[in-house]
């Protein structure tokens, strides 16, 4: 039996988006072409996020319902449904697993995570650093075991090593940033 692609990054961001607030699609693009945060991150072209919000609908993760408005009568609000629900606050909570994807992913849950309770943030923010920490052992740990003329294979690593630092000092940032004291409580690193 086929497996269930789970949803892109971007299909994501349109469900806390859904969830935080029923919505046609037209409004939606123009939440996302207006939110200078989200800008930052993520640029929809209209056609895009109407196929996205189709192929949402058609997996059963939101579902419309007809808006009688003045302006335009018969306009459809999409709404999250139960297992959308579930499936964004699987993602929210889960760390990002692959190194490359930390950067688009974890931005796009830092957003939703702005106004999450503090201990929601502190939970999803220790969860990535043990992974980025996992990460970082392996990647010395095949640093380490490199032969001395492997040199663009030790450039690769170098650079993977360094970038995984890099990710594990934001992160603790903004923990700090966020929580106001220190590492709160995050093993130190050399």
Not at 76 to 103: C, H, M
Not at 172 to 190: F, V
Request: glycine share 4%; aromatic share 12%; hydrophobic share 40%.
């Amino acid at each position: 039996m086929p497996r269930t692609p789970e949803p892109y990054s971007t299909e994501y961001l349109l469900l806390g988006l859904i969830q935080a607030n029923p919505i046609h699609p037209y409004d939606l693009h123009k939440h996302l072409s207006d939110d200078a945060d989200l800008r930052l991150i993520w640029r929809f072209n209209q056609s895009q996020l109407y196929a996205t919000v189709d192929k949402l609908e058609k997996a059963g993760l939101i579902f419309s319902t007809i808006s009688d408005g003045s302006a335009f009568p018969f306009r459809k609000i999409y709404r999250i449904t139960d297992s959308g629900a579930d499936l964004f606050e699987d993602w929210l909570l889960k760390p990002v697993e692959n190194q490359r994807n930390l950067r688009r992913d974890f931005l796009m849950k830092l957003y939703f995570l702005m106004d999450a309770p503090l201990e929601l943030y502190d939970q999803v923010f220790k969860n990535q650093l043990s992974c980025c920490f996992r990460w970082l052992d392996r990647q010395e740990a095949n640093l380490a075991d490199l032969e001395a003329g492997e040199i663009y294979r030790r450039a690769v690593f170098r650079f993977r090593v360094l970038t995984t630092r890099s990710n594990i000092e934001w992160l603790k940032d903004c923990l700090a940033m966020r929580l106001g004291s220190g590492e709160a409580g995050i093993r130190p690193r050399p």
